[in-house]
């Protein structure tokens, strides 16, 4: 891979097994369990994909069109049915709400956790944990399980952890979309600074606002397959314009 490319995916194909009972209640479903009917679902179909170091990509589509699947794949969290993914430098991915923390471990302990886990050692996870609880704004609560924090302070410690681990390339799917007005403000200024740095960005969005405000390029996926790649504003017309059902 040329080494002006992070990440380069081709032929990305994923399908699930789905399993049908046929039956509405849990015991007949238990009853018919041994006649479920499998059946396979494809969730990305063929998908082609080069993101530049350095460059900001918004994916953007409707629920259910493959947006999560591929950033979980980019992730390495699940596997590619068909096709290759090749990435030049390390991934900080931020995917669920949580996800990546343990419910009955403090703050301080997720973060140690996740800093190893995502590539720091444990002395680098300790001389940056000031700077992750300032972050985060979450002085007064980083000492209790995360179990207990509301959905914007998990998203809060997940972006702090991942803006503070060195990574390369930063995957972001909608988290950031629960953090009040005043965070959300200030993990665009963050992402904005780890581009001026070099830094590379896969984000989803349903917010064409931040689409518009920080990505170079954006890609459409629509059922499973990309349907349109370009400079955002064309691409966000295009796809704002799409009358067609979703088909989840
Ligand atoms: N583990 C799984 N098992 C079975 N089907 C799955 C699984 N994960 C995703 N899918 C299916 O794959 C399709 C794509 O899902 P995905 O989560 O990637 O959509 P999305 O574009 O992120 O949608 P949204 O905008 O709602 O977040 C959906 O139809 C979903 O039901
Ligand atoms: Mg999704």
Redesign the pocket.
């Known amino acids: 891979m040329a080494n002006d490319i992070a990440l380069s995916v081709d032929g990305l194909r994923k399908q699930?097994l789905?399993s049908h009972s046929g039956a509405a209640s849990l015991k007949t479903a238990l009853l018919w369990w041994r006649r479920r009917k499998l059946e396979h679902?494809v969730?990305l179909d063929g998908v082609n994909l080069q993101v530049g170091r350095g460059e900001c990509v918004a994916l953007v589509?409707r629920?259910?069109?493959?947006?999560?699947?591929l950033l979980s794949l980019i992730s390495r969290i699940y596997r590619p049915t068909s096709g290759s993914i090749a990435v030049n430098g390390r991934i900080a991915p931020l995917l669920e709400l949580g996800a990546g923390f343990h419910p009955d471990l403090t703050g301080v302990e997720n973060v140690v956790f996740n800093g190893i886990i995502l590539g720091l050692t444990r002395k680098q996870v300790q001389a940056r944990m000031a700077d992750i609880v300032r972050f985060a704004e979450l002085e007064h609560h980083i000492d209790s399980p995360v179990r207990t924090y509301s959905s914007g302070m998990l998203a809060r410690l997940g972006f702090a952890v991942a803006v503070h681990v060195d990574a390369d390339i930063l995957i972001v799917d909608e988290v950031l979309a629960v953090g009040d007005f005043a965070f959300e403000q200030k993990c665009y200024a963050r992402i904005e600074d780890f581009r001026r740095s070099g830094g590379t960005i896969l984000f989803?969005s349903?917010n064409m606002e931040s689409v518009r405000q920080i990505a170079d390029r954006c890609v459409w996926?629509r059922g499973g397959k990309v349907e349109m790649e370009g400079a955002p504003e064309s691409v966000i017309t295009a796809y704002q314009g799409d009358r067609s059902e979703v088909d989840?």
């Open positions: 699930f789905l679902f969730a589509g629920n259910g069109a493959g947006k999560s699947t989803v349903h996926l989840l």
